[in-house]
């Protein structure tokens, strides 16, 4: 089936160098186009000081398009968050969230963006008064299934039964490739090391994790308390058994944090992109580690990638590198990291 797979950075990637000061927004500009990516994905409200008043400005949509065309790159996707809870007294009423929803549309509207994303926390029903919008805007909303969500789940029905019933074209999914990790990543592990985690612990968390690989993750179902919902999910597959194997070994904080952080990744089937590719329109390519070998030893690249050329897939592979806040101490490379990634991903999709 032909596909017509594209490469992208979302802009998160170089956040450690931004906010050192190593890079202004141009200078992310300049190095996502180094790697050879075509595509930029942003986050606004990161990386835009005094956000949203400068893309209201002529002056500073002048700039980002001449940027744009200097370094030879297309919007992907435009990041937004819905904060509903900017007020320390309530929960933003409905009517107050559409409009934020809305009020996001418009700003990657004005930025060149035609895709959205939007986070898994997301009311259902924000999204569908935001739809009619949406379509006037020429703007697609994105839902990130992001770890422990999937695709081909109970979670995903509901947003698809709400696809159906209104026939939208403006609102699909966002796979995030956290989905798609064999392992737990490598960088956590030495993290949780570095914090006096003891080798006993560390192992019977990765037999854990491989226990529930074996056995197939039991899935997030939908709930409007996420916290329930990712509660249930951790207890589903073994949580209690492994933090009372953990307790029998003596753990200490670092054990139990490794032990927690094994939850924040999760093993789909990548038939779950083959299944859903008329509803997927961006993909964030999440990595951990790249080593000087251009493996990544979590995330599944050349099996994702692969599920992505049968189905036909048309749109942008963003690299999106999460690594870095598990380096912190020790020294981060985002610029590097993200320059093996994208030549991971052009040898995948040209193999």
């Given at each position: 089936m032909n596909c017509d797979m594209k490469r992208s950075i979302s802009l998160y990637s170089y956040q450690d160098e931004y906010y050192d000061g190593k890079l202004?927004?141009?200078?992310?500009?300049?190095?996502?186009?180094?790697?050879?990516?075509?595509?930029?994905?942003?986050?606004?409200?990161q990386m835009i000081k005094k956000f949203p008043l400068p893309i209201e400005t002529e002056e500073f949509r002048e700039q980002w398009f001449g940027w744009l065309e200097k370094y030879h790159l297309t919007p992907s996707c435009y990041d937004a968050f819905l904060e509903n809870r900017i007020f320390d007294n309530?929960?933003?009423?409905?009517?107050?969230?559409?409009?934020?929803m809305k009020r996001d549309i418009r700003l990657a509207s004005l930025l060149g963006f035609h895709n959205l994303r939007?986070?898994?926390?997301?009311?259902?029903?924000?999204?569908?008064?935001?739809?009619?919008?949406?379509?006037?805007?020429?703007?697609?909303?994105?839902?990130?299934?992001?770890?422990?969500?999937?695709?081909?789940?109970?979670?995903?029905?509901?947003?698809?039964?709400?696809?159906?019933?209104?026939?939208?074209?403006?609102?699909?999914?966002?796979?995030?490739?956290?989905?798609?990790?064999?392992n737990i990543p490598d960088v956590v592990r030495d993290k949780a090391r570095r914090m006096g985690a003891s080798e006993a612990c560390i192992r019977i968390v990765d037999d854990s994790y491989a226990e529930r690989l074996a056995k197939g993750f039991t899935k997030i179902k939908y709930d409007l308390n996420l916290g329930k919902a990712n509660m249930e999910y951790r207890m589903a597959n073994g949580m209690k058994e492994m933090m009372d194997?953990?307790?029998?070994?003596?753990?200490?904080?670092?054990?139990?944090?490794y032990a927690n952080a094994s939850f924040t990744y999760s093993w789909s089937d990548p038939q779950d992109i083959i299944d859903n590719i008329d509803y997927i329109f961006h993909t964030h390519a999440k990595f951990y580690n790249m080593h000087d070998d251009y493996t990544e030893t979590a995330v599944a690249i050349p099996e994702v990638i692969e599920a992505f050329k049968k189905a036909g897939y048309k749109g942008f592979l963003s690299s999106e590198y999460e690594g870095g806040e598990h380096l912190r101490d020790i020294g981060v490379n985002s610029i590097e990291q993200v320059r093996r990634h994208q030549e991971a991903l052009r040898a995948a999709m040209e193999k």
């Amino acid at each position: 089936m032909n596909c017509d797979m594209k490469r992208s950075i979302s802009l998160y990637s170089y956040q450690d160098e931004y906010y050192d000061g190593k890079l202004d927004l141009e200078g992310c500009l300049r190095e996502n186009a180094k790697t050879g990516a075509t595509g930029v994905e942003l986050l606004a409200e990161q990386m835009i000081k005094k956000f949203p008043l400068p893309i209201e400005t002529e002056e500073f949509r002048e700039q980002w398009f001449g940027w744009l065309e200097k370094y030879h790159l297309t919007p992907s996707c435009y990041d937004a968050f819905l904060e509903n809870r900017i007020f320390d007294n309530r929960t933003l009423c409905l009517g107050e969230q559409i409009n934020m929803m809305k009020r996001d549309i418009r700003l990657a509207s004005l930025l060149g963006f035609h895709n959205l994303r939007t986070l898994v926390s997301t009311p259902m029903e924000v999204i569908e008064g935001s739809l009619a919008y949406a379509q006037q805007m020429d703007v697609r909303i994105g839902l990130e299934v992001h770890a422990p969500f999937s695709l081909n789940s109970g979670w995903a029905d509901g947003y698809m039964e709400m696809i159906h019933r209104t026939g939208t074209k403006y609102f699909g999914f966002i796979p995030d490739m956290g989905i798609f990790c064999r392992n737990i990543p490598d960088v956590v592990r030495d993290k949780a090391r570095r914090m006096g985690a003891s080798e006993a612990c560390i192992r019977i968390v990765d037999d854990s994790y491989a226990e529930r690989l074996a056995k197939g993750f039991t899935k997030i179902k939908y709930d409007l308390n996420l916290g329930k919902a990712n509660m249930e999910y951790r207890m589903a597959n073994g949580m209690k058994e492994m933090m009372d194997a953990i307790e029998q070994a003596n753990g200490n904080d670092a054990d139990r944090w490794y032990a927690n952080a094994s939850f924040t990744y999760s093993w789909s089937d990548p038939q779950d992109i083959i299944d859903n590719i008329d509803y997927i329109f961006h993909t964030h390519a999440k990595f951990y580690n790249m080593h000087d070998d251009y493996t990544e030893t979590a995330v599944a690249i050349p099996e994702v990638i692969e599920a992505f050329k049968k189905a036909g897939y048309k749109g942008f592979l963003s690299s999106e590198y999460e690594g870095g806040e598990h380096l912190r101490d020790i020294g981060v490379n985002s610029i590097e990291q993200v320059r093996r990634h994208q030549e991971a991903l052009r040898a995948a999709m040209e193999k």
